[in-house]
């Protein structure tokens, strides 16, 4: 179940109300694969075609993982990992299923360190994913972890706890794989990295955590077609409606708020779908988030008093698990027993009236959505929900939601500066330029 509720936003629509008739005409062209990018619409039948091709194989590498090892060295960066670690997050390790680590987001060899550290002695596999098989900052990660596998188990070893999530025929780490013998999962041609968390980019390493990937792939079929519905009562519409008409009125900046601080990496996978889809051409709403309470107590000044020019996005849960109560207390020195005998939950709901309250008398919108739980069902919800929607979304800014020309520029710029073969003139000219 998904709830929209933009009771918190009608009042700040002024000139610009939803344009229902314009997100009628962004889902068709997405549906009909008719507008841009329409070469990377695999994402929506991923539920349905990864059980007629690679399931089974998924489910059987999840066992091996965790009969292997307790731990799975996830290495991939952006849309290769990001999914994997907002499920894992939210959703959390079953009972005997392997910890996961992650690496190659970055270069900093402090935060590699930690990993390793943390990785100790223990048994583990490694799960490399890159769709080009040639982004620096995994590939190196890779180099370094496949090493510590080989140093601990010798080369035939190593190369059975290595998994590769990889395009299906191009790129270095396809070669790679092909000639070490590693098993190999593909990333669709037509699946872009941020739309992949359905594939086995996203499941097999939550297949190894013990996480129900069979369930998330049911709810997703189910919800994709039930998100396919042709009204305004379909919540995409509504988000999407919702974001553009406020953007047109000035919101720039969308702020994604939850009160359950293990949705934080949720909201890091949000930001790249959003903000990879729809920054370019000089538009687009800039995506933020942050962690109530906490938050409150830092970007809360801001959010209530700063520029106006923010929306905020509220994710909520309709059931939480279990719930704490608040003690007596025989003194009642702090002065809280007016709240003993209550839930933490309960208390949490009625601070978030009051926080929706305070934002929008200060001039902030606020876009509720509700989902299930923070379990399977919750995550293949919003997963669903933010895809489509962002397609809609992207379609009536007029840009294309599933290209990201942007992310080259600093690659290039990187390589020529580490001197990569085949970069050494525009390497030269950038050396002169930063001299
Ligand atoms: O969404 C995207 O396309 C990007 O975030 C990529 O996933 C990211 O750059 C990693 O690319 P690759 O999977 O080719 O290593």
Redesign the pocket.
């Given at each position: 179940m998904i709830h929209v509720d933009l009771t918190g936003a009608a009042p700040f629509f002024g000139a610009h109300t939803p344009d229902y008739a314009a997100a009628e005409a962004a889902h068709r062209t997405l549906s009909e694969k008719t507008g841009a990018g329409s070469d990377f619409l695999g994402w929506t039948e991923l539920p349905r075609r990864i059980r007629e091709t690679e399931l089974a194989r998924i489910l059987a590498a999840g066992k091996t993982i965790r009969e292997k090892g307790d731990a799975l060295v996830v290495v991939?960066?952006?849309?290769?990992y990001l999914g994997a670690r907002a499920a894992y997050e939210l959703i959390g390790r079953r009972e005997g299923g392997a910890e996961l680590l992650f690496a190659g987001n970055g270069l900093s060899a402090a935060t590699l360190r930690d990993t390793i550290e943390k990785l100790g002695d223990r048994d583990f596999c490694v799960n490399v994913?890159?769709?080009?098989?040639t982004?620096l900052e995994?590939a190196l990660g890779f180099r370094v972890f496949r090493d510590l596998l080989i140093k601990k188990y010798g080369e035939e070893e190593a190369n059975s706890r290595i998994f590769a999530t990889t395009d299906a025929r191009r790129g270095a780490l396809k070669s790679e794989a092909d000639a070490a013998g590693w098993e190999s999962f593909v990333?669709p041609d037509d699946v872009?990295?941020?739309y992949s968390v359905l594939s086995a980019v996203g499941l097999l390493p939550l297949c190894a955590t013990g996480i129900d990937i069979q369930k998330i792939l049911t709810v997703a079929e189910e919800t994709f077609a039930s998100l396919g519905e042709r009204s305004e009562a379909n919540p995409c519409w509504q988000y999407a409606a919702a974001r553009q008409a406020l953007y047109k009125s000035g919101k720039a900046v969308e702020i994604l708020a939850c009160y359950e601080p293990r949705f934080r990496m949720m909201a890091e996978w949000w930001k790249?779908l959003y903000g990879?889809s729809e920054g370019k051409n000089g538009l687009g709403i800039f995506p933020a988030s942050v962690e109530y309470n906490a938050d409150l107590h830092s970007m809360g000044q801001y959010i209530q008093e700063g520029p106006r020019h923010l929306m905020e996005t509220v994710v909520s849960f309709a059931s939480l698990p279990g719930g704490y109560t608040v003690p007596a207390d025989a003194h009642d020195g702090d002065g809280l027993n007016y709240l003993a005998g209550h839930d933490f939950n309960e208390i949490a709901a009625i601070a978030r009236a009051a926080v929706k309250t305070a934002h929008i008398e200060g001039g902030v919108p606020n876009l509720a959505i509700e989902v299930t739980d923070m379990a399977e069902t919750g995550f293949a919800e919003l997963v669903c929900f933010f895809e489509l929607a962002c397609g809609i979304s992207g379609y009536m800014e007029g840009v294309n939601p599933f290209d990201?020309p942007g992310?080259e520029a600093y690659k290039k710029n990187m390589f020529a500066l580490l001197g990569k073969p085949g970069y050494e003139e525009m390497g030269e000219e950038l050396r002169k330029r930063l001299r």
């Open positions: 991939g960066i952006g849309g290769s994913v890159s769709k080009s098989g982004t995994p990333v872009g990295g941020r790249q990879e990201q992310v």
